[in-house]
Nanobody, 126 residues
Framework: QVQLVESGGGLVQAGDSLRLSCLASGRTFSSYAMGWFRQGPGKEREFVAAISWGGASKTYEESVKGRFTISRDNAKNTVYLQMNSLKPEDTAVYYC???????????????????WGQGTQVTVSS
């Protein structure tokens, strides 16, 4: 089992950057593929990005490609989401998620993940 804690959210202006972090508990972090999701006001939770256990494979939601970068540091039990050129429509609570697998990058469905953090708020003003 793994516990996830997100940090790094905040209030920024359009065009600014933020880096979110997700710290995982436990000694088997490298056995988990990780993902970031977000949930905007009045919207369903949606996929943002995912990364394989070793970091070699990454996938992104179309609207964040070229602006967001997912990465991980297994020595620090941490996955990151670097967000550049932020837009007001990026405003949401951002969630970190994990699934134990070393054979695939999980898909964009929330059902692909077994563990979730509490979320961190990102607000982008215009």
């Amino acid at each position: 089992q793994v516990q996830l804690v997100e940090s790094g959210g905040g209030l920024v202006q359009a065009g600014d950057s933020l880096r979110l972090s997700c710290l995982a508990s436990g000694r088997t972090f490298s056995s988990y593929a990780m993902g970031w999701f977000r949930q905007g006001p009045g919207k369903e939770r949606e996929f943002v990005a995912a990364i394989s256990w070793g970091g070699a494979s990454k996938t992104y939601e179309e609207s964040v490609k070229g602006r967001f970068t997912i990465s991980r540091d297994n020595a620090k039990n941490t996955v990151y989401l670097q967000m550049n050129s932020l837009k007001p429509e990026d405003t949401a609570v951002y969630y970190c998620a994990a699934v134990r697998t070393r054979t695939r990058v999980p898909g964009p469905s929330i059902r692909d993940y077994d563990y979730w953090g509490q979320g961190t708020q990102v607000t982008v003003s215009s």
